[in-house]
């Protein structure tokens, strides 16, 4: 009887665990408050160019000096290639930017981007368009 269990149990665990990313990954409304925005500048630090968003942080010093480290989450990479024309060149650490978020529900220095502008004067604008669910 307990050989025969043994099977059931292990599948019971699978589909269990099998259900767990699904429940982690939900939508930029439930993390970020789509009805403020915030703008600041940075430089970048790191640029994550993978699924399922791409992830950048940047630093930001302010006017006494100091340095607050934000992060910014995007739309996936190949949204951000076909709609933004990015590549995992577009920003590099070092890069200054101005960056604008929906920020953070519980007040993290991080939010969903929603405008980020280049030294250089390249635009991606999502305040045109409703971030992903």
């Not at 059931?8 to 699978?14: E, M, Q, Y």
């Not at 949204?79 to 101005?98: F, P, Q």
């Not at 405008?115 to 991606?124: C, E, N, Q, R, Y």
Request: positive net charge; aromatic residues 10%; contains cysteine.
């Amino acid at each position: 009887m307990k050989r025969a269990l043994r099977p059931c149990l292990f599948l019971w665990v699978g589909i269990i665990a099998m259900g767990f990313p699904v429940l982690a990954h939900h939508g930029s409304r439930i993390s970020y408050d789509m009805t403020k925005m915030v703008t600041v500048k940075g430089v970048i630090k790191e640029v994550h160019f993978v699924n399922p968003h791409v992830y950048f942080t940047f630093e930001v010093k302010d006017d006494q000096g100091h340095v607050t480290e934000w992060g910014a989450e995007t739309d996936p990479p190949i949204t951000m290639i076909d709609r933004y024309g990015w590549s995992r060149s577009y920003l590099k650490a070092g890069d200054e930017v101005t960056v604008t978020v929906w920020p953070s529900k519980v007040g993290a220095p991080r939010g969903f981007l929603a405008k980020l502008v280049t030294a250089d004067g390249k635009v991606t604008d999502h305040t045109q368009q409703l971030p992903p669910q």
